[in-house]
């Protein structure tokens, strides 16, 4: 088990940029696989990025593929999402999760066993 604490939400233009924090605490932080997922109201939540453990390696969904960037920095315990171009179909709510001990980069939501309290994110045409 492991905290994780969110933060770097606000409003912003279509078109401009927002970086993420997650901050995690509890357990060591590279035993942990790293996802972000958003949800907006009435919507179902919705897979955004992912990092493996030592952060070789990414995913993204189609959707942000492009405009969005995920990074860890294990020496901090934090995980980035770096989002660019923001677009008003992006509002959401923004949650980091964490996956003890993953193998792979993992988009399904149930592979994750910690959740952050979620990051609001807010995009104006």
């Known amino acids: 088990q492991v905290q994780l604490v969110e933060s770097g939400g606000g409003l912003v233009q279509a078109g401009g940029s927002l970086r993420l924090s997650c901050a995690a605490s509890?357990?060591?932080?590279?035993?942990?696989?790293m996802g972000w997922f958003r949800q907006a109201p009435g919507k179902e939540r919705e897979f955004v990025s992912a990092?493996?453990?030592?952060?070789?390696?990414?995913s993204y969904s189609d959707s942000v593929k492009g405009r969005f960037t995920i990074s860890r920095d294990n020496a901090k315990n934090t995980v980035y999402l770096q989002m660019n171009s923001l677009k008003p179909e992006d509002t959401a709510a923004y949650f980091c999760?964490?996956?003890?001990?993953?193998?792979?980069?993992?988009?399904?939501?149930?592979?994750?066993?910690?959740w952050g309290q979620g990051t609001q994110v807010t995009v104006s045409s």
């Open positions: 999760a964490a996956e003890y001990y993953a193998f792979r980069v993992n988009t399904k939501e149930g592979a994750y066993d910690s």
């Open positions: 509890g357990r060591t932080f590279s035993n942990y696989g």
């Open positions: 990092i493996s453990r030592s952060g070789d390696r990414t």
